[in-house]
């Protein structure tokens, strides 16, 4: 029997391929850059061994050229260039992929920790062009040879003449249709914005001729058009500066520039890691709440950046959600760049620094609690409620990380109290974490509950947010003592020396069960009770559901 082998339309197949690891068009340009970027890394570190190579800065550089007319974008390096073999096996060989290979030479059947290198960051350009023309000449090779092809069909190399060393990648972009824009792509002030988006801090200037304005000499109503030269972008990213080299105002005008908010951040955190995965970052905690910040539009995440290049504007996976007020960014020389959002979740990598920088958060929050109080009780109003919803969250899993960092009102301060700081002032006799309920303070202080803990002289904590109660009933205790409510049927308290001792629960039972009877739908058993001073009469609950909780899970929609 004859074996016939399948026919795909290998165009369509690329297209596909490619459109399903780039989320968006745009990015073609960041792969091409950071092959440029490479190549010419190349040529610096053959020049650290090779004392015949003089690696000099300024000889180095990428540079983007539009053609409107001819609807050609060029990008050119002068990088280490490919010799005819290199265009061969580099760009002749689709998805040749090196991280297949090594998954099974190895005999790996976890596929977590080499995902990435597909080997098809050069293609990318095909989602913007019809046809991909690459002249390079490689150090140390006196001839040039043209790569063109206008997708998966083939290519051809033929031999070119070339002056200098380097690689000019041209794309002739494609024309705009009826659902598809392409003619940004020619526009200078769009590509400028995608370098500044992507590649800002690449280690080489990336240049462009760009043309402005400026007023005519002697005449300030008239304008004539330059042309010039200019770096786009921005080179040295403050992250991977030393710390002792930075102001504060740096960091604020990098938080501003980023636009990671309006505001002045509270405080900000510069990481550099040099273990078992190397990265930097900076991170920031907000002053202000974001306006969308308690509300579905809220997306959290920080931007990540592979080596300078960024491939995503908000990893999610590197903040939980009781952090989710932090901003800023991480970079990693350890993360390929070929990563989709979809497999970027399990990278093992990724996981070693989101869980690095949870603890870097935490001691920061805890220092800024300990050491500037005032700026954490701003924070603390700002995003506390985010911590509470925190603790609740996750079946309290979360809870030892964030219970130091809770506050809540108190009956003595008349302040924000932490719980350690009311555990360390408690009695000797006393035996619980007072709490009580209210819409607010005011409120609270009223309550007939709380008259026999206050009394006794026991600070009470007092709870005013929905989530409270919710939050504390999964901690369930701290530093040894449980939470109670003031209203629950029991208070732990020793009710010696109450006027009401002599009387005997059973004495106006008929009373009681007649009340009883008329309450029957509001109360289950109206009874005496020994812990009111002024007031005549309180409620008080049984089990696990206070008052205040029922109200909540009352008002809840089903
Ligand atoms: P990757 O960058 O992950 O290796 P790419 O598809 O982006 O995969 O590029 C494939 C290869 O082509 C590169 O590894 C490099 O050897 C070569 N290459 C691409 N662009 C250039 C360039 N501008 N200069 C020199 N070599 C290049
Ligand atoms: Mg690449």
Redesign the pocket.
């Known amino acids: 029997m004859e074996k016939k082998e399948f026919k795909a339309e290998s165009k369509r197949l690329l297209e596909m391929m490619i459109n399903s690891i780039y989320s968006q068009r745009e990015v073609f340009l960041r792969?091409?850059i950071?092959?440029?970027s490479?190549?010419i890394d190349?040529i610096y570190y053959r020049a650290l061994t090779d004392e015949q190579l003089e690696f000099k800065q300024e000889n180095y550089f990428i540079k983007l050229a539009a053609d409107k007319e001819n609807r050609t974008l060029t990008i050119s390096?002068t990088?280490?260039?490919?010799t005819k073999e290199?265009l061969e096996n580099?760009?002749g060989i689709i998805a040749k992929s090196g991280s297949l290979a090594f998954k099974n030479e190895n005999e790996l059947k976890d596929d977590h920790n080499i995902i990435g290198?597909?080997?098809?960051?050069?293609?990318a350009a095909f989602m913007v062009a019809d046809v991909v023309t690459?002249i390079?000449k490689a150090l140390g090779s006196e001839e040039a040879y043209k790569w063109e092809s206008t997708g998966a069909d083939g290519y051809t190399i033929t031999s070119v003449k070339k002056e200098t060393v380097?690689?000019d990648?041209i794309l002739k972009i494609k024309e705009n249709n009826e659902d598809e824009q392409y003619d940004e792509y020619l526009e200078d002030y769009r590509l400028k914005a995608i370098v500044k988006k992507y590649s800002d801090f690449i280690r080489y200037p990336i240049k462009m001729d760009l043309t402005s304005r400026k007023p005519k000499e002697g005449n300030d109503n008239e304008f004539e058009e330059y042309t010039e030269e200019q770096v786009v972008n921005s080179m040295i990213p403050i992250w991977k500066k030393n710390k002792s080299e930075l102001t504060d105002e740096d960091y604020e005008n990098f938080y501003a520039e980023k636009h990671y908010g309006f505001d002045k951040p509270t405080k900000h955190i510069h990481i550099s890691v040099d273990g078992t995965v190397r990265y930097n970052a900076i991170l920031f905690i907000p002053e202000k709440t974001p306006y969308d910040y308690y509300s579905k539009e809220f997306e959290k995440g920080l931007e990540l950046y592979s080596n300078g290049v960024l491939i995503m504007s908000k990893c999610s996976d590197l903040l939980p959600d009781y952090f989710s007020f932090v901003k800023g960014m991480v970079d990693s020389e350890d993360l390929s760049?070929?990563i989709s959002r979809e497999m970027l979740q399990h990278d093992r990598q990724l996981k070693l620094i989101a869980k690095n920088i949870n603890k870097k958060i935490k001691g920061q929050l805890q220092s800024l609690l300990k050491d500037e109080r005032e700026k954490y009780e701003e924070f603390y109003k700002s995003f506390g409620r985010q911590l509470k919803y925190g603790v609740y969250s996750e079946y309290g899993s979360n809870k030892e990380v964030l219970q130091d960092l809770l506050m809540f009102h108190s009956s003595k301060e008349k302040a924000l109290v932490t719980l350690d700081e009311y555990v360390s002032r408690m009695p000797e006799d006393q035996k619980y974490i007072y709490y009580a309920s209210g819409e607010s303070i005011e409120r609270i202080e009223k309550l007939p509950q709380a008259e026999l803990v206050a009394e006794k002289g026991y600070e009470i904590l007092y709870f005013t947010e929905d989530i409270d109660e919710f939050a504390i009933k999964m901690i369930m205790s701290y530093k040894e003592k449980e939470f109670k409510s003031v209203s629950s049927g029991d208070l732990g308290i020793e009710e010696e020396n109450n006027q009401n001792d002599s009387t005997d629960p059973s004495e106006h039972k008929e009373l009681f069960d007649y009340m009883t009877s008329i309450l029957s739908s509001k109360v289950k058993e109206v009874r005496a009770s020994k812990r009111l001073r002024s007031h005549p009469v309180c409620l008080s609950t049984e089990g696990d559901l206070t008052i205040e909780m029922e109200k909540i899970l009352n008002a809840m929609p089903d």
Request: charged share 15%; net charge negative.
């Open positions: 792969e091409l950071s092959n440029s490479d190549a190349k390096d990088g280490i260039g490919m290199d580099n760009l290198q597909f080997g098809v960051g050069f293609y690459v390079s380097g690689t990648i760049l070929n």
